[in-house]
């Protein structure tokens, strides 16, 4: 069992930066894939970014392409999720979640049911 736990989550004007962190409490960030998703309000749930310990490939959904990449820290075992230039529209809880090793190619590595472990969440809210 893996327990992930984000953090770096809060209040941003628009156009502001957040980055976001994802570790595994009480044990190391397994090798894997990890995603990054999150839930609007009243929303579903949806996807936004992964990156592969495979061979360090990383993905975008379009809504977030040239705002936020996504990065790991091999030394501390942490995910980053570095997010600038927010939008209102990213307004959400945002989660971390790891699956079996695949890359990060497409809107597919970013299947929800593919990851196996989840964090608690972490809510971000971009508003003047």
């Known amino acids: 069992q893996v327990h992930l736990v984000e953090s770096g989550g809060g209040v941003v004007e628009p156009g502001g930066s957040l980055r976001l962190s994802c570790v595994a409490s009480?044990?190391?960030?397994?090798?894997?894939?990890t995603g990054w998703f999150r839930r609007p309000p009243g929303k579903e749930r949806e996807g936004v970014s992964c990156?592969?310990?495979?061979?360090?490939?990383?993905y975008y959904e379009d809504s977030v392409k040239g705002r936020f990449t996504v990065s790991r820290d091999k030394a501390t075992n942490t995910l980053y999720l570095q997010m600038n230039n927010l939008k209102p529209e990213d307004t959400a809880v945002y989660y971390c979640?790891?699956?079996?090793?695949?890359?990060?190619?497409?809107?597919?590595?970013?299947?929800?049911?593919?990851?196996?472990?989840w964090g608690q969440g972490t809510q971000v809210t971009v508003s003047s």
């Open positions: 979640a790891t699956a079996r090793p695949f890359r990060c190619t497409g809107s597919d590595s970013l299947t929800q049911h593919e990851y196996d472990f």
């Open positions: 009480g044990s190391t960030l397994p090798r894997a894939t």
């Open positions: 990156f592969s310990d495979s061979d360090d490939s990383t």
